[in-house]
């Protein structure tokens, strides 16, 4: 049964509880969550309800009879999309798109066997990016861990999301360093070569430049703050609540993004301000942060 205390408009709670009761009682459904923005307190009116659904890989649930649940809840005249197993990639395995008389709900598929073991990588500091799994930036494994902290069991008769919570109620020391390493450094790396498209009017690499940083620069403070990257559509409303970033990040992170332009001079003054931004990450470390390599980046401004 959907937990009453949830804050959801009386009509989506209805379907959460009528979902959750009807998917709990499909064969080898390890557990069910609600994921998402509503698991996160972000919830717009128009938010979809993103139901995790657990499974071991040894024994995966049935995709018809996810298909019959999706179809039995779909709004007349729709047809559910219902996935495979991995079928959208390797980190957003697969799931089912509805459309529900009272809103969207994904079905998000989720394998029990492949979290556990991105959570151990994690802990011994190995994280993984996947850029062509979604838009805009790719998929990075911090997300499981992400979604593990955020997300509200309500149907978990094993006590395995209670047990993989645990494991993820402080940030691990190892990722946070590896991450913060890697993206201060990928982020130097990714203006020293910045200001040369730049230079050359190349807009195409110079702005797809400012992006890579931009992004570097976003897990690096979620990072620095131990706080897990859920994504990027509520990063920015995220990071402003943060101690530890620059001033007014968000704000001039926009700005520099917005006005980029196309002349060699407007690139170059954009990416000028981004590594200010760079550099005030960096300042945030309290000298932990070591490049790789010398660029001279740090006197570049």
């Known amino acids: ?63 018809e009879d996810i298909r019959s649940v999706a179809l039995s809840f779909s709004e007349p005249g729709t047809v559910p999309i219902v996935t495979g197993f991995y079928e959208w990639g390797r980190w957003v395995n697969g799931g089912a798109w509805i459309k529900t008389p009272e809103g969207k709900v994904d079905f998000l598929y ?20 996947d850029y062509d799994q979604q838009p805009p930036y790719g998929f990075r494994s911090i997300v499981y861990f992400a979604e593990t902290r955020i997300c509200i069991p309500l149907h978990d008769p094993a006590g395995e999301i209670g047990r993989l919570k645990s494991s993820v109620s402080e940030y691990p020391p190892a990722l946070k360093d590896r991450i913060v390493q890697d993206c201060l450094w990928g982020a130097e790396f990714t203006l020293l070569l910045g200001h040369n498209f730049a230079a050359a009017a190349d807009v195409y690499s110079s702005v797809g430049s400012m992006t890579r940083v931009a992004q570097f620069l976003m897990h690096a403070i979620f990072a620095l703050n131990e706080q897990y990257f859920v994504n990027d559509k509520h990063a920015g409303r995220l990071v402003d609540k943060f101690a530890r970033q620059p001033r007014e990040f968000s704000i001039r992170l926009a700005r520099v993004l917005a006005a980029a332009g196309s002349e060699p001079a407007a690139l170059l003054h954009s990416l000028e301000d981004l590594q200010e931004l760079w550099q005030e990450t960096v300042q945030l470390t309290n000298g932990t942060y070591q490049a790789r390599y010398s660029t001279g980046a740090v006197n570049r401004r």
Do not use: T
Request: hydrophobic share 40%; proline share 6%; charged share 20%.
């Open 1 to 63: 049964m959907a937990p009453a205390y949830l804050n959801l408009p009386a009509e989506k709670l209805r379907l959460l509880q009528q979902l959750s009761d009807r998917l709990r009682n499909v064969p080898n459904i390890a557990a069910i969550v609600l994921g998402g923005s509503y698991a996160q307190g972000l919830a717009g009116p128009d938010s979809d309800l993103d139901m995790g659904l657990y499974y071991r890989a040894a024994s995966p649930f049935s995709l």
């Open 110 to 129: 989720k394998n029990l066997n492949q979290i556990e073991a991105v959570l151990e990588d994690g802990r011994c500091g190995i994280w993984s990016h």
